[in-house]
């Protein structure tokens, strides 16, 4: 790998171990993906929720930052595990808080902002066209490759710490033209009309494409997506078939028109309304019996959080709600006295938590959920694999059913 003088000096040790670490890392994740140099980021986004990490990985970090590591450029995290101001009620463990307690003070003393969110392109200083940045959360990595036009590839939790202890990352993948052009091209003939429908179109997609590799993109839309829309689009991609960047024909930044993609030169696939209903079907029916209603995967915006209070205001449940939102949001959306509407109901709302990465599973078993109901089609395709029994509903259908109990 061709390097340059400053990345031969923090190869050599002479910047210190960390930064020798972290380029060492880097070189040898690159050589896997056959990268010539390494690419300059702006910015790095870390997973590092408790559950993930675990002990070794925060006493990693801790013997990093015990060596004076620090980030070179501005860096965030993906959501945490627990939520400190409310996670005995969850049943989650001391020893659960405990890892995530550690992991920010670690992160903290290696200058990490802890954001503690899956939707920075909503909230914190959302990449440009072209800005190659190394982002972990698979939910970011398609809105600011597909949306915003940036350039990243999944970065796992040690690469996105490498990327931001020496501004750098290799240079393959989505970080090169030739990987953002259309493999796959789609064509949609039910248009989505909500949130939820929006997700289904993305997971169906994902699906077909199926391939980190693989870049789907998709015309026939006849409305342009809102940032929430495209966000429940892209996380369901990513969560169902790998896909870290897509394209909508005369919409996102890359795709003028399909032939701006290469699309022109590919076989039209269709996507049918049958298609959107077989994948709804597989996730739950009319009179199913819910133990508990989640709002997550990705966390919600401002305006959801508005929608949500709107729906739940002056309603009782029969099956409790938990909705999880970044800490930004979270402030605005207290000030607003959305927070306040929807926790005057019974349901809770969780600050910089997602939860799918909150100990799901042991969230689950301390509290007997199995049925559990959402409007994200991401968040429905993983608990399957955390002892869930997921549904998947409207917002407003999700609503409805926690207050007899039963999805209607």
Not at 94 to 109: F, G, N, Y
Not at 139 to 161: D, H, K, M, Q, T
Not at 344 to 358: D, I, P, R, W
């Amino acid at each position: 790998m061709k390097l340059t003088d400053e990345e031969q000096a923090m190869l050599a040790g002479e910047m210190g171990e960390p930064k020798r670490w972290a380029i060492d890392h880097q070189i040898k994740v690159g050589g896997m993906f056959d990268a010539a140099d390494l690419v300059p980021v702006s910015q790095a986004h870390m997973m590092a929720d408790p559950e993930s990490v675990g002990d070794a990985g925060v006493s990693f970090m801790e013997d990093l930052a015990d060596e004076g590591a620090r980030v070179a450029i501005p860096m965030i995290t993906d959501p945490r595990g627990v939520d400190l101001n409310y996670y005995r009620p969850l049943g989650q463990t001391e020893e659960m808080a405990d890892i995530d307690r550690r992991t920010i003070a670690a992160c903290e003393r290696m200058g990490i902002l802890m954001t503690n969110t899956c939707v920075n392109y909503q909230t914190i200083m959302p990449p440009v066209l072209g800005d190659h940045v190394a982002y972990g959360d698979t939910g970011v990595v398609i809105y600011s490759n597909s949306v915003c036009g940036a350039r990243s590839n999944f970065e796992g939790g040690p690469s996105a710490l490498a990327a931001g202890l020496t501004g750098r990352t290799p240079h393959y993948g989505l970080h090169l033209d030739e990987h953002r052009r259309a493999t796959r091209r789609f064509v949609v003939r039910e248009q989505p009309r909500e949130l939820t429908d929006w997700g289904v179109l993305g997971a169906v997609a994902g699906k077909m494409a199926g391939s980190y590799w693989a870049v789907p993109v998709i015309e026939g839309l006849e409305v342009v997506p809102t940032s929430d829309e495209m966000k429940h689009l892209g996380a369901a991609m990513a969560s169902y078939g790998s896909t870290p960047l897509f394209h909508l024909a005369g919409i996102t930044p890359e795709a003028r028109t399909v032939a701006d993609v290469g699309g022109d030169k590919l076989q039209a696939e269709e996507i049918s309304k049958a298609d959107l209903d077989a994948l709804r079907s597989s996730f739950g029916a009319k009179g199913d019996k819910i133990d508990v209603v989640v709002f997550a995967a990705p966390q919600l915006s401002l305006v959801e959080m508005q929608q949500v209070a709107g729906l739940v205001d002056g309603k009782s449940f029969k099956a409790p709600i938990l909705v999880c939102t970044s800490p930004q949001v979270y402030a605005d959306a207290s000030r607003m006295k959305f927070v306040e509407t929807i926790e005057a109901t019974g349901a809770k709302v969780l600050e910089g938590t997602c939860y799918y990465n909150q100990y799901a599973r042991e969230v689950g078993e301390a509290n007997g959920w199995k049925r559990l109901l959402s409007n994200s089609a991401k968040i429905v395709n993983i608990l399957g694999g955390y002892g869930y029994q997921p549904a998947l509903a409207s917002m407003e259908q999700c609503v409805a059913s926690a207050v007899v109990g039963e999805i209607v």
